[in-house]
């Protein structure tokens, strides 16, 4: 199966710095992958995905890159914000969302 | 649209009682997934549902746990009789896609605690 585990369980940055959040996933089978970000009391939120035919997806503020020769996956925040403290989440499936296997999560903290 | 949205918010109930989770998943989707999350297993998958039919329930945890999808607007999960372990937060989403993407809308989650 497939388990995916993030480097870091805190991660603190200074308001406007750059954030990254890594990931390591175990299956080279796993075509597919998710960022979630769940901000307290709240359910988790969709950010952005990535399929195995990409190295790179940007989104508002947000960049996925995937590497899969080493099975590791990063979320970078550009300019970081108060509002970005959250526990991120990333995710790995070799099919449907239902097969989804979720990380432990990366709390960020956003320093003033 | 409102979202996702489950009821209760939080429940506290005693050990043996039985437990009922409410979901009313964002019109139009025709997926519906329950998950739990506690800190040590983090977010698992309990059942899916595709059109209203339960298509995978293998992380159901054990015969105390049921769900059912009367129809695309409503969904239950049960507990009975629940125990202490069963406390976590435990959380509806919906899919437009049927599964074929990860864009997964959560409710805000149902916060359980056994006594």
């Known amino acids: 199966g497939e388990s995916v585990g993030l480097h870091l369980p805190t991660l603190s940055v200074q308001e406007g710095d750059n954030s990254i959040i890594n990931c390591a996933y175990s299956?080279?089978?796993?075509?597919?992958f998710i960022w979630y970000k769940q901000e307290s009391g709240k359910g988790p939120q969709f950010i952005i995905d990535?399929?195995?035919?990409?190295d790179k997806r940007q989104g508002q503020r947000v960049t996925v890159l995937l590497n899969k020769t080493v099975k590791h996956l990063s979320l970078q925040i550009a300019a970081t914000q108060p509002g970005d403290s959250a526990v991120y989440f990333c995710a790995a499936t070799g099919g449907s969302a239902r097969q989804l296997t979720f990380g432990s999560g990366t709390q960020l903290t956003v320093l003033p | 649209d409102a979202g996702v949205i489950q009821s209760p918010r939080h429940e506290v109930t005693e050990m043996g009682q039985e437990v009922t989770l409410r979901c009313k998943p964002i019109?139009?989707?025709?997926?519906l997934f329950w998950y739990r999350q506690t800190m040590m297993r983090g977010l698992e998958l309990l059942i899916y549902?595709?059109?209203?039919?339960?298509?995978?329930d293998s992380g159901m945890p054990e015969d105390r746990f049921s769900a059912k999808m009367p129809n695309a607007s409503f969904s239950t999960l049960k507990i009975q009789p629940s125990e202490p372990r069963d406390s976590a937060v435990y959380f509806c989403?919906?899919?437009?896609?049927?599964?074929?993407?990860?864009?997964?809308?959560f409710g805000e989650g149902s916060r359980l605690t056994v006594l």
């Open positions: 989403a919906s899919s437009m896609s049927g599964g074929n993407t990860g864009e997964l809308f």
């Open positions: 990535i399929r195995s035919n990409m």
């Open positions: 299956n080279s089978a796993s075509d597919y």
């Open positions: 019109s139009g989707h025709n997926s």
């Open positions: 549902f595709n059109n209203n039919v339960p298509i995978d």
